[in-house]
């Protein structure tokens, strides 16, 4: 069961017409809308009308679609805000700082000195040796040849050819 069934979903309500929001792209599968605490002017949300949780259980062509539509915004949004940079965030799960459990993509228009940070590479990581880089790699291949890997929804995975 998910989290819909068990917790008030706040973008839900948006997309019934039951709570306030500025909408500045709409269309049948999906609604883009202004971030309410917004970190720079100009931040929009790309947000499926379907209730899907996270990036893991979002259906790979409304996926798809919805990284059609932040491409769509993303020009726009840099000319109105004047930005001079973008940041284009997906927060997956709790541990990724997942707060709103209807999956969304952020596009946060920067600019030099705003103070908002996700600098990569993290400065708390090393480099580790090319052996580990080339194992991890190796495992990724393993796990994408397994035929038990779960493709998007059943009814999606059957699609796939
Ligand atoms: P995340 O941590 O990726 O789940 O981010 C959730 C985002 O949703 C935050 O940037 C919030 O400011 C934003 N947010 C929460 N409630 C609303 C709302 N009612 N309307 C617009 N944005 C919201
Ligand atoms: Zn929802």
């Known amino acids: 069961m998910g989290t819909a069934a068990l917790t008030h979903c706040i973008f839900c309500d948006i997309i019934k017409g039951a709570a306030e929001v500025s909408v500045c792209y709409e269309d049948t599968e999906s609604i883009a809308f202004m971030d309410i605490q917004p970190v720079n002017a100009g931040h929009v949300l790309v947000v499926p009308r379907q209730h899907v949780e996270s990036f893991l259980d979002l259906p790979k062509r409304l996926g798809t679609h ?11 949004i840099r000319k109105v805000s004047g930005a001079e940079g973008m940041n284009v965030i997906v927060s997956s799960g709790a541990a990724a700082g997942q707060d709103v459990y209807h999956f969304h993509i952020h596009l946060i228009p920067r600019r030099q000195g705003d103070g908002f940070d996700v600098r990569l590479p993290f400065a708390e990581s090393d480099m580790p040796d090319r052996t580990i880089l080339d194992m991890m790699a190796a495992r990724i291949i393993g796990a994408l040849r397994d035929p038990t890997r779960s493709q998007g929804t059943p009814r999606e995975a059957a699609a796939v050819p």
Request: hydrophobic content about 75%; aromatic content about 10%; cysteine-free.
């Open 66 to 76: 919805l990284f059609d539509v932040a491409m769509q915004l993303a020009p726009a």
